[in-house]
């Protein structure tokens, strides 16, 4: 059992798939960096100043009771609170985790399209005679079964 776990784990697939998961978490810090310092900034201040990730419904006070100035100090203070404004953030970083990938994946398909030589049918070596539909050499100037003469 020992041994066929390790050829398991020792394939190419399961292999690229570690790889592609420990780029993959490094990319979301990525992004949620992008998403959190860089674009909700400005979006916040083209909608009057507002900070989504304070955004939030309170369920049941905490001690000591609000009104709480942010999210901070309402899970400081033992709130239960509905946090849509961090589900926001988190969709606007899918969307671009998204969108990433979508453009990765498409131009991965366009160089492999560029690169299958095998897919590609060969150049025909054969024509089809006008008269009797029969296929022959692409340099024939008369046709070997019905004898027309080709242009």
Known sequence: MLKEFKNFALRGNVMDMAVGIIIGASFSTIVNSLVKDILMPPIGWLL??????????????GTPAGPY????????????????????????????????????????????????????????????????FTDIPLQATRCPNCTSQLK
Do not use: H
């Open 69 to 132: 100035l942010s999210l901070a100090d309402a899970q400081a203070a033992g709130a239960v609170t509905v946090n849509y404004g961090l589900f926001i953030n988190a969709i606007i970083s899918f969307l671009i985790v998204a969108l990433a990938m979508f453009l990765l994946i498409r131009a991965i398909n366009r160089l492999q399209e560029g690169d299958s030589v095998e897919d590609q049918d060969p150049a025909p070596t054969t024509k089809e005679c006008p008269f009797c």
């Open 48 to 61: 009057g100043g507002v900070d989504f990730e304070n955004f939030y419904l309170t369920v049941k006070i």
